[in-house]
């Protein structure tokens, strides 16, 4: 035997054995327990990098050793294979973005082959081939039928610079989530999924997910964000009409010394008109909404608001209390309408405070005594009722019910529940993505497209300019169509889907790929889901984890899925990372280009400067902080490089070895440490995007 191990010529020979053999096909067989494991499918972006290769090996150790413990095991790979990156190739390269996803995905499929991956290539499935998303059109008129696809128009988030709309969970901290760009407001006619119907199941469901991180958990609860409450009607002062708010705190309803309203509130203008205050509402509206949505919300922002010359009346009170426009209320949430209670809310103190309006405490905290003179902040807490009539001596919470009851009662409000959750805005004006299956007609109006259409293809005659709005608008033969319901002149939509509609069900797509009756053979899905063990970033807990929740939902309600939830455990596996290095003349350096030693100081290669070592961050091309995972391969063999990431130690944390011996305890708590050690990797200061 010779001494030396040749991880090339061994890995070669298994993996065309494993591939001879078919060793990692999977069947339906019910005499055998099935485990269906898979990792969040990638963007083919062109290589693979260190993230991907930490994701699947992960997977591939979980298949694996369930396969060795004589589980069915369905592990499959595919490609989110629509999005931007392709688009914008298109208009720098000028090649199409059919053309450059091909030939990324073989080229990504050659890496993990050579990676040794034990997937089913049968079942490999790229979703902007029409076979995958004629189906995504097909769940599109079936929800469009049962009311949950509907089109309004809306204030969205626009990105400048992608020229796209963005979902609220696609901007982050008032910036694109893909280029950075700040993003400002803009009203469209958009297409809209209505996961608010199912915000309620959503949230329960949380409770029935003990295999999933705690984080995720309560971040999809923070998302979702229910308020219990109430709605109060506050009547206009010498007018018809009232202006509705919701609170969560009526409790504090006394206190109430003004109403603020978001910019975008229908009566916003009117309620100015006439008075000396018309032309600064004017312009104070104006100057906010260029602002953009997203930044509005934030806690820190400078509170600013004006005077609309209007007033209302506090029903509680009677009193006749000012309305102001505030930059930091919005439409979205709520009524677009606030009660203002200084005293009890910090963002409303600090706006009494700057225009001088009057400041009430009527919650008073156990055993102390509030002046409102002497308040650097509100009281926010509960306390006990002062100053509020009837209810003067109740404390907070049975204050709320009484006076929510006495709303009622008098016909002032109701009780009301409330979510933070919007609908998911899935038109984008882009070229590779879904065409949305609608035709608009002059005579029919909106008309879906009929089933035996399915799909409606992507043209082919469309140009790549970069220049904004809706690619396919450019296409005649596309767009100019004749109507399904009358055959006059019509034409199409000619929005695409987000992506993310994509990625929302390609898990049920993978239990019966070429099943061409219904996106996927409903016996199928109903051996194979839910998927028992999830892998990917933790970036997603609140976009794909949350609508792939919302569709199967969806699905199971049109008597597709069999189940509730798509996702039995998950494990979100942390991010790899490294330092960085950097020259104050040349930015960031590839490690492998430096001169010098750890003992003697790292220098520029450029201009021989010192390369100042910073921080470990996650890999990424801007901070050349990467390692190519072909090198290790070539290098070392796959085993090795699956092996070293992630590593031995992951899956066996110094304080739990002794589990070695009794790995038939289960994987899950073997998870459960790596999971703690992928969080020690991922501090929360470091984020993905
Ligand atoms: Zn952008
Ligand atoms: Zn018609
Ligand atoms: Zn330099």
């Not at 997937?119 to 995958?132: F, G, I, K, N, S």
């Not at 009203?187 to 469901?205: G, K, M, N, V």
């Not at 603020?260 to 509206?285: I, K, M, N, W």
Request: charged share 25%; hydrophobic share 35%.
């Amino acid at each position: 035997m010779e001494d030396r191990y040749h991880p090339q010529e061994v890995e070669e020979k298994w993996q065309r054995l494993w591939e001879e053999k078919q060793s990692f096909r999977a069947a339906e067989d019910p005499a055998r327990p099935k485990y269906y494991v898979l990792e969040m499918f990638p963007y083919p972006s062109g290589r693979i990098h260190m993230g991907h290769v930490r994701n699947y090996s992960i997977g591939d150790v979980v298949a694996r050793y369930k396969r060795m413990r004589g589980h069915n095991v369905l592990h499959p790979m595919g490609w989110d294979a629509f999005g931007l990156p392709a688009e914008n190739a298109a208009i720098e390269r000028k090649i199409h973005p059919e053309a450059w996803t091909r030939e990324n995905i073989l080229y990504m499929k050659t890496q993990l082959r050579r990676m040794g991956l034990s997937y089913d290539w049968e079942r490999e499935l790229a979703t902007c081939e029409p076979d995958y998303y004629r189906w995504n059109q097909w769940i599109f008129l079936k929800l469009y039928e049962r009311g949950i696809a509907y089109k309004k128009k809306s204030s969205v988030n626009w990105c400048p610079s992608c020229e796209t709309v963005l979902a609220n969970e696609q901007v982050i901290e008032g910036a694109c989530w893909r280029c950075e760009t700040p993003v400002v407001e803009k009203e469209l006619e958009q297409w809209f999924f209505r996961i608010t119907a199912y915000a309620d199941e959503l949230l329960a469901d949380l409770d029935r997910l003990p295999g999933w991180p705690d984080k995720v958990l309560a971040m999809q609860r923070n998302w979702i964000g229910k308020s219990t409450g109430a709605e109060i009607e506050f009547p206009l002062a010498g007018g018809e009409g009232a202006l509705r708010v919701f609170t969560t705190r009526q409790d504090t309803v006394y206190g109430a010394t003004f109403v603020s309203l978001a910019v975008e509130h229908p009566l916003a203008l009117e309620l100015a008109r006439g008075t000396s205050q018309e032309r600064a509402v004017g312009d104070f509206v104006e100057r906010i909404k260029k602002a953009g949505l997203a930044r509005r919300g934030e806690e820190e922002g400078e509170k600013e608001g004006v005077f609309t010359g209007s007033y209302c009346v506090n029903p509680f009170t009677g009193e006749k209390i000012p309305i102001y426009l505030a930059n930091f209320v919005l439409m979205e949430y709520g009524t677009g309408a606030v009660m203002a209670v200084p005293a009890h809310d910090q963002r409303d103190f600090e706006f009494a405070k700057k225009y001088g309006l009057p400041i009430r405490v009527v919650i008073q905290p156990q055993g102390a005594a509030l002046a409102p003179e002497a308040m650097r902040e509100a009281y926010a807490d509960e306390g006990v009722m002062a100053d509020s009539g009837p209810f003067t001596g109740l404390p907070s919470a049975e204050g709320k019910e009484k006076v929510a009851l006495h709303l009622e009662e008098k016909g002032w409000g109701k009780k009301d529940i409330r979510y933070r959750l919007r609908d998911w805005g899935i038109s984008r004006q882009r070229y590779w993505g879904t065409p949305i299956p609608i035709i608009y007609c002059p005579k029919c109006g909106v008309v879906p497209v009929p089933e035996k259409d399915l799909p409606v293809a992507l043209p082919r005659d469309v140009p790549f300019t970069g220049k904004g709005g809706s690619p396919l608008a450019e296409s005649k033969k596309f767009v100019e169509t004749k109507c399904p319901r009358c055959g006059g002149a019509a034409r199409r939509e000619t929005d695409t889907m987000d992506t993310f509609v994509d990625s929302s069900w390609y898990y049920f797509r993978y239990t019966s790929p070429k099943f061409d009756a219904a996106p996927f053979d409903p016996d199928k899905a109903g051996y194979w889901m839910p998927v028992d063990q999830y892998i990917g970033g933790v970036e997603h807990a609140v976009l794909h984890l949350l609508y792939a929740r919302f569709f199967t939902k969806a699905l199971r309600d049109l008597g597709l899925a069999k189940v509730g939830e798509p996702f039995a455990n998950l494990l979100t596996q942390g991010m790899v990372s490294k330092e960085t290095y950097r020259c104050e003349d040349h930015g960031w350096l590839f490690p492998a280009e430096l001169a010098g030693s750890d003992q003697a100081g790292w220098r520029c290669p450029h201009c021989g400067k010192p390369a100042v070592k910073g921080r470990v961050e996650k890999m990424s091309k801007s901070k050349k902080n990467i390692v190519d995972p072909e090198d290790l391969i070539a290098a070392y063999g796959a085993d090795t490089a699956r092996l070293f990431t992630p590593p031995v130690a992951l899956y066996f944390p110094a304080s739990r070895r002794h589990e070695r011996r009794r790995i038939g305890d289960g994987a899950r708590r073997a998870f459960a440490g790596a999971q703690g050690l992928a969080a020690a990797h991922a501090p929360d200061d470091q984020k993905s995007h």
